[in-house]
């Protein structure tokens, strides 16, 4: 049952058929009228990340910028005469840039299929049940001002500054520079492929929750394109219904952003999706970030979950899966900021618990080298072996819908076991020297009882395992991030306050 009509179909026709009416003469047009002084440097290192591409629109990143990407793509990953998958979400420049993109790959001689509107995680599943290298255009939970590019090898392998990304970025600048792009012997051809529908059923190959007791569920996709997934997995907009009241809030697809930020990390951004819980009595709720690949949890009482919290309970179910099928003593990978509760889970249902630094593209490596059946990040990212050890906001959704719906306690007891620490939350400073801020922590904590380690960031544990905090430069944001947690919350906010003034001093 659905509080509200939605039909993704209609919209998704209407922005392939708008896609194709442009013309690559247009599209130049376009490109020729950029004038910023920062495109004319050609110096992308602005926007080009440790694990994707993100900029300001108009500045860091343009259609003629996205057109050479698009070109460098296909030549560093050796594209030519194969196909490229390209997509978008809902913000308003995704539509211009994956034409650039398109036109740049098929310049350099592979074939594109635009994908038109998809959430990232149906990238991953288009590349992986496709084999095809692909990009969609997303800046995720960044704001509207922003767009980039996340990209995909064939399979769904993940690119990062250590596997492509730096050798594509230095191909576009040279492109840029040269002021044009060499055409291939045969240019490629570009075409449509919906996959919404095939992405919905697969995932549904995946958890089966049609036996699940009947639940009352609130999902807030905050204008971002769960207004679109949402209806095609766990609705009846492409497939038989499930045993779920979906109550939708802000499904409309707006990458202005109208209603909250599109990032559930910050606790503002879930005021109103626990007053919808609670105000409709459900049994659980919902939020996903913009580009749909990240899922935070609300219990019936407005409380959140945990990540770490769902990364122990998805990786109870995936161990106890791949033991049913055979596997002896299935990995699950966790980044070093989620709760040290996941590895002590892992161990006590006889898993193996493999800890790695923070990031898509690193988590996804140790996946496939590790043969991990689940990871899970404090930000809400999951990965998943069967989904090409790529992360997937939704199957995580799915995973926690059964495990609530096999049962008949609520929300909040069920996810208690899962959380027997009490933990800070990522908090960010903004600050100009992060390397001495580390530093003036570093040397506070000195001759204390304390063992430090540098996997990412700098992370101080307590020897008698009272509490742990680490302290990370972000990749993406000029922020130095602390993220702490103790056996109580007395120490962890002593720990907390003590790192922060630091931080700050």
Not at 213 to 233: E, F, I, S
Not at 239 to 251: A, E, G, M, S, T
Not at 294 to 323: L, Q
Request: some cysteine; glycine content about 8%; hydrophobic content about 40%.
């Amino acid at each position: 049952m659905w509080t509200a009509d939605f039909k993704p179909g209609h919209a998704r026709r209407a922005r392939v058929t708008q896609l194709l009416l442009h013309s690559r003469a247009v599209l130049h047009r376009k490109m020729e009228c950029v004038t910023s002084d920062q495109t004319k440097t050609f110096d992308l290192s602005a926007s080009f990340k440790a694990y994707d591409v993100r900029g300001i629109v108009g500045e860091s990143i343009t259609a003629e910028i996205v057109e050479a990407v698009g070109a460098a793509f296909v030549d560093v990953l050796k594209l030519e005469g194969q196909t490229v998958l390209v997509g978008g979400d809902m913000r308003p420049s995704s539509p211009e840039f994956s034409k650039a993109f398109a036109n740049g790959a098929a310049t350099r001689g592979a074939n594109v299929q635009l994908l038109d509107l998809i959430s990232t995680d149906e990238l991953y599943y288009a590349c992986g049940a496709l084999n095809a290298a692909g990009a969609t255009f997303t800046a995720s939970h960044n704001p509207a001002a922003y767009n980039g590019i996340k990209m995909s090898k064939a399979g769904a392998q993940p690119i990062s500054s250590e596997s492509g990304l730096k050798e594509i970025q230095a191909r576009a600048e040279d492109y840029l520079h040269a002021g044009s792009i060499p055409a291939a012997a045969t240019r490629g051809l570009i075409g449509v492929h919906d996959v919404l529908k095939d992405y919905a059923e697969y995932l549904r190959t995946l958890v089966d929750l049609k036996g699940s007791r009947p639940l009352k569920v609130v999902v807030d996709a905050g204008n971002g394109m769960a207004g679109l997934t949402t209806p095609a997995v766990l609705g009846d907009a492409l497939l038989p219904k499930l045993p779920f009241d979906i109550i939708p809030l802000y499904f409309e697809l707006d990458g202005s952003f109208p209603n909250h930020p599109a990032n559930p990390l910050e606790p503002e951004n879930l005021l109103d999706l626990q007053a919808a819980v609670v105000e409709h009595g459900a049994d659980i709720g919902l939020a996903f970030d913009g580009d749909a690949d990240r899922c935070f949890v609300i219990d019936e009482k407005g409380n959140p979950v945990s990540p770490s919290a769902i990364t122990g309970m998805v990786a109870r179910r995936e161990i106890a899966r791949a033991k049913a099928q055979g596997e002896e003593t299935p990995t699950i990978i966790h980044n070093l900021l989620t709760s040290k509760a996941v590895p002590e889970l892992v161990a006590h249902d006889g898993g193996r618990a493999v800890r790695t630094r923070v990031g898509h593209s690193f988590i996804k490596a140790v996946m496939a080298e590790e043969g991990a059946v689940f990871g899970g990040e404090h930000s809400a990212h999951f990965y998943f072996r069967d989904f090409w050890n790529a992360d997937t906001g939704m199957l995580a959704a799915m995973h926690v819908l059964a495990a609530l719906g096999e049962q008949d306690r609520p929300l909040s007891e069920l996810g208690h076991e899962y959380e027997p620490y009490v933990s800070s939350g990522e908090i960010n400073s903004e600050i100009d020297d992060k390397a001495g801020a580390v530093e003036r922590v570093r040397a506070d904590f000195a001759g204390e009882d304390v063992d430090v380690d540098l996997l990412d960031g700098s992370t101080f544990t307590a020897r008698d395992g009272s509490w742990w905090f680490n302290l990370r430069p972000s990749n993406t944001e000029p922020f130095l991030r602390l993220n702490a947690e103790a056996t109580d919350r007395p120490t962890m906010e002593r720990i907390r306050d003590r790192v922060l003034a630091l931080v700050n001093g």
